[in-house]
């Protein structure tokens, strides 16, 4: 392969180089793995579409499709293998925003990380929202997922106390230009402890959340 | 005066030419409403500062000035004076959203329309908006006003039945875009029963409002 | 089904949940659709393709296609069934607008309003829309659309009293970028009594219109 | 001057080189009027505001200082001169569109051109418009100048049959973006013979008008 | 049809009612353009494509297929049938940019307009453009078609006095944004005599280039 | 005062309600600040001038002003009172970009957290930031601000575990477009374990960055 | 051919025209490459799919089709062929933006000059860059290839003292907008030494390495 | 100071730190120049107003102000001291270009490169430019500057085997949106050998010259 692969960022930054599935061919995707498979805990590929990922699976066998997050994995980490290990709420607001939380949940769920999913409780019922609150009351971050107006995180921000971490999706049409609605709202959330990462990045909110929980469990190591 | 002015509009749409003052200059804005004082009720005149109020009133000195609204009033219509006459509610997110809130409820109000103000009970502290529910269930529109992540008007849509006029303001910084952020958020809310005007348009809004109780209080005359 | 529903939200706002079909499956349509025949009228769904539709009626064939607004129908309220409901105009700018017209239309006659449809009589020949002026004088609110320079919505705002909503759509190309053209011309209006949607949002106009039409009929309840 | 001036430019393109005032000091400017006068009718400046024309004038005093255009003219053409020339209707939308307006029809009659001016006839009341119909409709070439929505334009090339040159001012706020929506508005007409110049650009279109009416004149001479 | 016609359009602005084929199937371009056939000279479809206009064409035989234009035309005006009509040059910069380029020249032409095509002369190799020189100087009007730089025009508009129309194509990739940076670039151009239509419409500039051929013939009537 | 105060805030989410000095009067600042300041700590003021400042500290002497972070602060809590606390690394890549990464530093240190200061670090010579590894490696956050590029939060991303909140500024001219450049960059990192906060919204990077300390030193309050 | 070919560009510029693929047949293409392959070395075209080639290859066996560049090329130079050439230094990010890196090395080879090729070094581990420097500090030009956030370009020119060209790509997602996000990144780099291409011109990119080179092994010829 | 100085800077990359001066009070001006001054050659502040260079002056006599650049320097290096060095041509468009233009003739002059400066030959009068081309045919290197279309550098490029850098300035109004349209037509040239800088970034290209200029005068040295 023509790839130069990064294999120390475990040790630096505590997960490992992930494959982006999107702009590579099966071929690329194959290669890639076939290098990380022996050294590196989980192998993830994301925005990797049915085919493409049926072609890879032909070729390596042990990863798993994870469909409604167009993702394939192998050798994923025991969730809350650690018992310091907190939850991480996955929170979306409508239904059509499932794949993005999806693709959180299963990247965070590959590191380790033991998850709640909370669905389709978007402000136009705001109740659907407060009747879960228990449940996220408990997590020690969330990732909260929104299309066309995306001001579900900014509601959450204001109730709880564990950092936010806001997805805008590109869902909507017209004047949600593929999500930058959704990404401006975010952004000017008027309640703090909420940030941000690019639309449809559900692989980035569970990194993010994946290092908070990190620093949680155990201080980091003295280098 | 240049202007030309429209004196049929009463007629035609149950409001009339209101001036436009921002990009007038004090000598313009009194040639005009003195144009319409004899004929016009109320004469109003928008996004007008201090200092050329204070211009304008050395000439007309029965205008009076709006400070918090920046505008100026004569010949206003009496509230509620025809008792089928419907609330209007204008709520707004924060205190730095107070100017606009004002602009639509002083025109709302010279217009002839009760209103109820409803101020600083933005989404960060969803409970300040819950506890006026019972004063903003009444109302014949809502007029919701609100800067930063603009989330204020698609929350309330998802509460009440009646229409809710949502104005986003240019409150913010950075990534607001002055206001883009806000309109944005409104145009795509996933609660229905909303409608927008232009960034900082409480006086549009109040025009709405105004339309929409109109046609509560009597069918249109048959032309 | 994943989906979450809001079983109040007719109580709520006057309308009931719809189903926003572009971003799913037949398959979750379908779920959705099921468990809200029992409780809601009417139930819909927008932006759904004709062969999406056609999945969809073979399971739940009590369901209708309306082909020129991309919806699905069922348990529709009869239009002016209470004799205080006022007619809503539907106006167009040209042959091409035709499709959000009908989904406003569909949507305002489906939750029982009585509909006028004027169309295909934009501003290059103005005269087209001046010969219709008794119908849309007579209406209780008046959805207009029109994609390219949007300018319909302003001109009907300068000639009538009722409030006038306004739906850019994306018809066009080059600058049209998609309805941001006309989507600004409409919130630029210099004649108020104008609120605007999000491009091709016929289904929000007609949310709007009926919230508009509704306080006309009857006073709200008090909560 | 440290300016390298285009002395052949009148021979070439039928108008000579006119001194844009914005990005120049009075120094600037008086250099290369200086250069520019012996040579060249008309001489004019551009967006220049009182307080420089007038350090211009005290060095300049054959200049002359039209107000309301922000411009600086010398050696202007007799308007009219020729009996074959056309005149030029320059129309506006609003009082507040009339400063670009001016810069049109000063620099259009300083190049000879007979000009109407019919201001503040925007759609708000388009009756206003239609009452001056007989006038424009004698026009060899129409400037229309619109902030806001910017639809006036596209109603004017509806009526006629002369070509029409949209300028789109910077009058508005909020989603105006200093005169983008006019823009977009003008470029999207859906009624063809209608061509548009930059925001705010009198002078551009004045130019484009004079070219059309120099063809009318006479036939351009061989080369 | 459900279309509404203008049938007095050419009476009111010398030329008739053109269908937009973009977003027209072929059932309602057939229905428009028999309505149309009686009574219009000429009959035009704009923006149509190959498989669409064949099913056009089954029905309505006498329609003859532009292919580099994408036009369909019926009925065309004999090109210079007036002895008085000037020449219109189409000018464009590469040959991507040919099609639209061929649109303005199949518009004008079926207008009655004589046509000078120059095709592919742009800025990269500017001594091609000036080869040309004695055919575009006798224009009465120019049509400059350019996508990327989009700097055609605005060269052009320093050579000549006849009036220039630019008209930005979508021809490039990347920060060319389908037209925008030739757009810009038009709109901003230091040489006067240069107006601009929207990206791509080849056909508004052929009607602007008509109207400013139809002035120089004959007086417009008094109406 | 008209602010409707939520003196809860404290209690949901760790942080109380700080005052945006921005858009608000010294007057309004002042009365808000008298209501916090029996209830609540630490009292913040942000983005405040010097000017409007030094009114406020002669009506409430108890405030400090913060010049080089533009805040007023009273009742501080004392940074690392609790022994689990971690401190956070604020790091910015230009002197210029100093004032936002000082209101980061101000607003944490006010609520109670150890803050190491790393400044002028950019990539423009890598080996600054670098030499200081030993003490960002310790962070439980990392803040990184940067404006023009904004390439350095990724950078930093790229070599840490734990989470890092990266901040744009407005820092730059021409298409940095007051810190959209620096935005995009941030939101499109290659590096995961990366999130954003509005442009120069240091404020709300430390309540982030406060959230994610608070859950280390103790689970959160079972609800 | 309708092509106006610049036959005179070598002679010019140092390098021939150059056939841009994208929106070209095959025909066109063919009908080009037969016009310049009598006189030109070398013939390229940019852009140009499998399918395309094949069919302009089944026509012009001589051309070869460098599948990763997605480009065809015959009468290629002979790279280093002198001997004061120096090497040009192509650098990319990630696997996904080879595809342009390929566009500028064939690109720049086919004009004679010698190649080094050092790819998927991007700044999420920045240590495998810092691996090639003794390749990459002996280039007499870098070409540096990256989407995404685009840091690389800028982090590669505070390192170095040979001038860098930034090539932004289309590479990523949401908000990386088709490359914007990488071209804003590159043009506000704070490390000087650098200057940007279009997104995705790869091609442009070895055209200004190929001026660089050229100068650098003979002064320009005195004209 | 709080300053971190890269010292090592003009070692990798050939020109020493430059100090921005936009964003820095004159304190921080003079307390970075003073720890510049004893190491470094040249000393350079850009983007420095008339009255901070006073200040700073005040303070660093030695240091020079250049009015028309807004520059300061020190220890300029003697343009041309080493004999092979070729020289750097300087061209702009408009008047209104040049204190960019000059920025990037003080810059590059104070590095030890000799330049040519041809002022005021934008493409409005072309002739202009062609008159001066022996004197920029001899360049190694062309810097073009334009704001308004920005078309210049494109044209430049069509005529000279050197490298071009294209500097797009803000000045234009309007539509030119502060620099972008020129920026767009440079980054879209169909020319190739030209890449860009920033708006406004006189510097930056010379900066880029400087580079190229040092590669044609000796090998690098091998590191
Ligand atoms: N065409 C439409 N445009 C905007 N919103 C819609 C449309 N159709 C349905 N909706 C709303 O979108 C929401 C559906 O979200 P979801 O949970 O993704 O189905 C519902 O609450 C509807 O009120
Ligand atoms: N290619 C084109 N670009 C812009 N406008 C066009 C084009 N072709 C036709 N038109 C205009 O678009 C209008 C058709 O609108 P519609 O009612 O949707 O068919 C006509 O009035 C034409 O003048
Ligand atoms: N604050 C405002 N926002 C938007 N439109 C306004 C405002 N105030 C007045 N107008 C409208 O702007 C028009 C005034 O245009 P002008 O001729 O420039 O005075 C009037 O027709 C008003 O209806
Ligand atoms: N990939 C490319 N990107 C930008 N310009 C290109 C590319 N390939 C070729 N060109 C230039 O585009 C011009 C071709 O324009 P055309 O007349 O449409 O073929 C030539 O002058 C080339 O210099
Ligand atoms: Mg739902
Ligand atoms: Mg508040
Ligand atoms: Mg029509
Ligand atoms: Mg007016
Ligand atoms: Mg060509
Ligand atoms: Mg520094
Ligand atoms: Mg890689
Ligand atoms: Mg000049």
Redo the contacts between chains.
Sequence with gaps: T???I?H??SL????P??I?G???SAT?IIS?AKALLPHTSPVLVT?VGEDKARTVRDELPTMVYHQAAEMLSAREIQPGSSDHA?TIAVIC????D?PIAEEAAVTAESLGNPIARI??????????LLAH??LF?????IIAVAG????LP??I?????????GV?T????????????????????????????????G???A??A???N???IC??P??
């Design positions: 023509d790839a130069c990064d120390h960022r630096r930054t505590g997960m180089e992930v982006y999107a702009s590579k690329q890639i925005k907190g607001a409508g239904t059509s499932m669905y389709d409780v978007g402000i136009a019922g705001i109740h659907r609150r228990p009351d408990k997590a020690t971050a066309m107006e995306g001001a900014g509601v921000a204001g109730l709880v106390s564990c950092p936010v971490i805008p590109s869902i909507g049409y017209g004047s949600s230009f593929g999500g930058i609605a959704a990404l401006l709202s975010m952004l000017n959330s008027c309640a703090p402890g909420l940030a941000v990462v690019n639309i449809n990045n692989f980035g909110a990194c993010m994946h290092a908070i990190l620093g949680r201080p980091l003295q280098k």
